[in-house]
């Protein structure tokens, strides 16, 4: 059974910073690319980073660039969001999940597993 856990969500002023963590088990996790997605009331789940299986490739949504980081531990089979200078607009549930295969990195709808989020809230 594949599980994703996230954690490290929660209550931060503007400015402040979260580093999210995705644990995941179940799964070949060096050979999934892992993304970081994001949805707040009433939005649609929307890309917000993704990292290739090896760590050695990532990409982002153009409004985070330069605040967040996504990295991975395959040792411990964990993928990590860095969130730096952070804004009331980032507040979301967060979820992580995996898929086989960089096409389609940017769609939710061509990931395999889902976690089940974490709540970031980002006060003004």
């Known amino acids: 059974q594949v599980q994703l856990v996230e954690s490290g969500g929660g209550l931060v002023r503007a400015g402040g910073s979260l580093r999210l963590s995705c644990a995941a088990s179940g799964l070949t996790f060096n050979t999934r690319h892992m993304g970081w997605f994001r949805q707040a009331p009433g939005n649609e789940r929307e890309f917000v980073a993704a990292?290739?299986?090896?760590?050695?490739?990532?990409t982002y949504r153009d409004s985070v660039k330069g605040r967040f980081t996504i990295s991975r531990d395959n040792a411990k089979n964990t993928v990590f969001l860095q969130m730096n200078s952070l804004k009331p607009e980032d507040t979301a549930a967060y979820y992580c999940a995996a898929k086989i295969g960089w096409r389609g990195i940017m769609r939710a709808g061509d990931y395999d597993y889902w976690g089940q989020g974490t709540q970031v809230t980002v006060s003004s």
């Open positions: 990292i290739s299986s090896s760590g050695s490739g990532t």
